[in-house]
């Protein structure tokens, strides 16, 4: 079974909305983490947010957020005010456990252009 | 500065030959990572270090050798190449603190494309 899906295998959006990149993901563990990455066509992998299992309130960093629905096990980025330089492949990934295991499972991608 | 950086960026090698591809991250993080990134964009892990100590090795062919002689480096070596090798290969590194170490991400470097002909 997948452990995290991204359903969207690409996307657009206008310049200067909002858009939801959308992430579900499986696990039984209670501690986890979730973590979006941003891969631009440059190719190197750029972390953007992280959200722990056990906070309280959804990630925030500048204009990315996650939306975090524990209950549905989804953690969906929302990118306000998209810009040019935005339009990339997006990864969620999961890491479960407090071991050593520190592994991170990605999802397939949702490759995201922006539009002038 | 670069916090993770891999050498070469580019690989271009025949079949059935030997290659090294070597990462340094200069952030003092204890664990450092190997990723496979497949033609299709697909990403998994395929061996973590600790402290110079393997703690992960998912089902990876043993043509695959990670060495890590400090915990700032950890490098790959690859025997016997075969067609199938061509991908992206990400080196990473994390910063874990003991049970609560889900707080932090992971920092890649900028890959290394392997192309074997």
Not at chain 1, 49 to 75: H, M, P, V
Not at chain 2, 63 to 89: C, M, Q, T, W
Request: proline share 4%; aromatic share 12%.
């Amino acid at each position: 079974a997948q452990k995290i899906t991204q359903t969207q295998p690409g996307m657009f959006v206008q310049e200067k909305e909002a858009v939801t990149l959308d992430c579900t993901y499986d696990t039984s563990d209670p501690s986890y983490g979730l973590f979006w990455y941003k891969q631009p066509s440059s190719g190197e992998m750029i972390f953007l947010i992280y959200q722990g299992s056990y906070d309280q309130q959804n990630a925030t960093e500048g204009r990315y957020s996650l939306n975090f629905q524990k209950a549905r096990k989804s953690a969906n980025l929302v990118i306000s005010a998209s810009q040019l330089g935005d339009s990339a492949m997006y990864f969620c990934a999961m890491r479960e456990g407090v071991d050593s295991s520190y592994k991170l499972i990605f999802g397939s991608g949702t490759r995201l252009l922006v539009r002038p | 500065d670069t916090a993770v950086s891999q050498t070469p960026k580019y690989l271009v090698t025949q079949m059935g030959n030997d290659k090294s591809i070597k990462c340094e991250q200069n952030l003092g993080h204890d664990t450092m990572y190997w990723y496979k990134q497949d033609s299709k964009k697909f990403l998994k892990i395929m061996f973590s270090y600790n402290n110079k100590e393997l703690i992960i090795n998912e089902t990876v062919p043993n043509r695959f050798s990670p060495k890590s002689p400090d915990k700032a480096h950890l490098n790959l070596h690859i025997n016997s190449l075969e067609l199938g090798d061509s991908a992206v290969y990400f080196c990473a590194s994390s910063q874990d603190i003991g049970g609560q170490g889900l707080a932090y991400g992971q920092y890649f470097g900028p890959g290394t494309r392997l192309t074997v002909t």
